[in-house]
């Protein structure tokens, strides 16, 4: 088709199928081929116009349920030879906040019947599948080997190309967005800040929703100024979990090294968990200064949970000036309002790699991180020994392997909601303890993290005999209960020196520490107000933390709560003077007693 034709959504000069009015299932009994699964330029679309023509292969306009299921889109040119935009859109359902829209298995784009958009105005866009207004039942889809050259420098929701568009803030039923695969997406504008996104998602801030076992990778770009993102949650609040990106690192398995911006995932706004994803960001840029982040999350007070992910970036400059980091989260100050982070691997270890950025400051360690931002008190930064990371569309592989040790292996912890499956569907509960990364399996332990510790908090209370704590303790190779290594209760009051004394007893003022009366877990400890350099009395603030270490050699050591000086990592129980002053620790008041006030007659 060619000439001066235009017009956009229910004027649209070209549609494969095009629906208005009524209600229809498309393909769910027999799919439909929109151009070609083996042959190129099976449809080509040329407009002359100045004006925007949108092109769809799959249209459906009314407000009403739709399934759209089983089609296939590929082999499909669009162009125009004037100003005018051209606008493709591989399956769209436009519908109203009270339906359903369910796209289930899919394919838009082939390696032999690619959707090349090849339309020079800024304004020209593709989208392989936009689910619009209606609850996303979107599972099972693939979208791949979109390409375009409009240097189109929208950002989010005006971005250039997007493989799978959720866009429903109204939605009144829960989303569930999983299965799909995106891959094969590129830009090739050699001048301008496109943006290429995999997946996404603008939902709704009330309901249950989950953006599942996704596999999304190999997005390009050629300008050093472009923005490629896994996933990007522009809004709402929705479960993200078991997703597997890989970001960097172009179809064939070359690198993408240009030195563009990366995010595996970009939360921009949103209530949301993140548990259970597999990010790696490759490559070796040799240009540019493009930051990447593995997770880049700029939310500072909404409830957030980041558990159990790998954060891998092993992006390396090779000429670039960019940094690359396995997470940045906001906020400003330690333990920001909302947000928990824990049991992940923050791995980066490339030329320009940091662990993470926390209030535009590097943090190069995962100790430094700690410290920074309160949290990840049992993360790490390992190899967490992905399959195949580096590989082509075909071999690439974000699995564990089953044969190389792994620190990921039974050092995940409990979420809420539960997540009980993994990307393949695996039940977790069959397999190890909980493992970290979207991959669950019997794999090989490396510990290299120390035990994980939790406990309720000593409360305040008027009572001025020594409190008592007990204490959940585990590890994956056992928790050391030797006597002068067994966990420990560190202590002190608020007005005490924040340091380690020469000696264990109240004639040094500082630190002072018990160890737990028992050999298991839980573990229990009392409080010896006796080591304290005064009489513990009402008004008196009591700072603590627990510590423990591991059986291996040379021991783990896990904290809950402290933040220790930046480049210090814990030996021992037994902590040296390098540990003080610790910040971020738990504490409990000593209250004044009430005052009984007779009552007059």
Not at 66 to 87: E, F, L, P, R
Not at 231 to 237: K, P, T, V
Not at 536 to 552: K, N, R, T
Request: charged residues 10%.
């Amino acid at each position: 088709m060619s000439g001066p034709v235009s017009g956009t959504s229910t004027t649209n000069p070209f549609s494969g199928i095009f629906i208005s009015s009524g209600r229809a299932d498309i393909g769910t009994v027999t799919g439909n081929t929109i151009g070609s699964a083996t042959s190129g330029s099976a449809i080509t679309f040329s407009s002359s116009s100045t004006s925007t023509s949108e092109v769809y292969g799959i249209y459906f306009f009314p407000s009403q349920t739709v399934s759209i299921a089983n089609n296939m889109v590929g082999g499909i040119d669009v162009t125009n030879t004037s100003t005018g935009a051209a606008i493709f859109y591989g399956l769209r359902a436009f519908t109203t906040s009270s339906v359903v829209n369910t796209f289930q298995n899919n394919t838009v784009g082939y390696e032999a019947a690619p959707i090349n958009n090849n339309a020079t105005s800024t304004s020209s866009r593709t989208i392989g599948l936009y689910c619009q207004s209606g609850t996303a039942q979107v599972t099972g889809n693939v979208v791949n080997n979109l390409k375009m050259v409009a240097g189109n420098t929208g950002t989010g929701s005006t971005s250039g190309m997007i493989g799978i568009w959720v866009d429903n803030t109204a939605a009144t039923a829960g989303n569930n967005v999983s299965q799909n695969t995106v891959y094969a997406l590129t830009n090739t504008n050699a001048t301008a800040a496109v943006w290429v996104s995999g997946l996404h998602y603008n939902g709704s801030t009330t309901g249950t929703h989950t953006v599942g076992r996704n596999l999304i990778h190999s997005l390009s770009a050629s300008n050093a100024t472009a923005t490629l993102n896994g996933i990007y949650n522009q809004a709402g609040a929705a479960t993200f979990q078991n997703n597997m990106i890989r970001l960097g690192i172009d179809a064939a398995g070359s690198g993408v090294n240009t030195g563009l911006f990366i995010n595996g995932i970009n939360e921009i706004v949103g209530t949301n968990n993140f548990y259970f994803n597999s990010v790696y960001i490759g490559g070796s840029p040799t240009d540019g200064a493009g930051s990447t982040f593995a997770f880049n999350s700029a939310v500072t007070v909404n409830t957030r949970n980041y558990l159990n992910n790998i954060f891998y970036n092993a992006r390396s400059n090779n000429g670039s000036t960019g940094k690359h980091y396995a997470i940045k989260v906001g906020g400003t100050t330690p333990n920001p309002a909302g947000l928990t982070s824990n049991n992940n691997d923050l791995f980066a270890n490339g030329t320009g790699g940091f662990t993470g950025q926390f209030n535009a400051t590097d943090q190069a360690t995962v100790s430094d991180w700690r410290v920074a931002t309160g949290q990840d008190a049992v993360s790490f930064g390992f190899n967490p020994q992905f399959i195949n990371p580096a590989g082509t569309a075909a071999t690439l592989d974000l699995h564990i392997s089953a044969v190389n040790p792994t620190p990921i292996e039974s050092a995940g912890a409990t979420t809420t909601p539960q997540v009980t499956d993994d990307f393949d569907g695996q039940t977790r509960a069959s397999l190890s303890p909980v493992d970290i990364g979207a991959d669950a399996g019997n794999f090989i332990l490396l510990d290299v993290v120390g035990p994980n510790i939790t406990y309720t908090n000593i409360p305040n209370s008027i009572c001025t005999t020594p409190a008592t704590l007990s204490a959940t303790i585990t590890d994956g190779t056992g928790v050391d209960a030797n006597p002068g290594t067994k966990p420990r209760l560190w202590f002190k009051k608020s007005t005490e020196n924040n340091v380690l004394p020469a000696t264990n007893t109240a004639a040094d003022n500082g630190w002072k520490y018990v160890e737990a009366t028992n050999a298991s877990s839980p573990f229990s400890f009392t409080l010896n107000y006796s080591l304290l350099t005064s009489a513990v009395v009402a008004g008196d603030v009591i700072e603590y933390f627990v510590i423990a270490q591991d059986l291996v050699t040379p021991p783990n050591v896990g904290t809950n709560t402290a933040g220790y000086p930046a480049g210090f990592t814990p030996a021992s129980v037994a902590l040296e003077a390098g540990a003080f002053p610790v910040s971020n620790v738990k504490s409990f008041t000593i209250l004044t007693d009430p005052v009984t006030v007779a009552s007059l007659r």
